[in-house]
């Protein structure tokens, strides 16, 4: 992924009620999916992985 928004493969029919993300080598971008133009997060990308394996019980 560099840059490009992605939703959840766990998303439902339109995916609309999730959020997406984007990686870039200097941050990880995060939005609501239904706000594209809206406000968003950067986060660096060790926080990210901090955050995904502490969801994914890590």
Do not use: N
């Given at each position: 992924?560099?840059?490009?928004?992605?939703?959840?493969?766990?998303?439902?029919?339109?995916?609309?009620?999730?959020?997406?993300?984007?990686?870039?080598?200097?941050a990880?971008?995060?939005?609501?999916?239904?706000?594209?133009?809206?406000?968003?997060?950067?986060?660096a990308?060790?926080?990210?992985?901090?955050?995904?394996?502490?969801?994914?019980?890590?």
């Amino acid at each position: 992924m560099s840059g490009e928004w992605r939703k959840s493969s766990y998303s439902q029919g339109e995916g609309d009620q999730c959020v997406e993300v984007a990686r870039l080598p200097q941050a990880i971008r995060i939005r609501d999916s239904k706000r594209k133009d809206g406000p968003h997060l950067a986060i660096a990308p060790s926080t990210w992985s901090a955050f995904v394996a502490h969801m994914l019980g890590g």
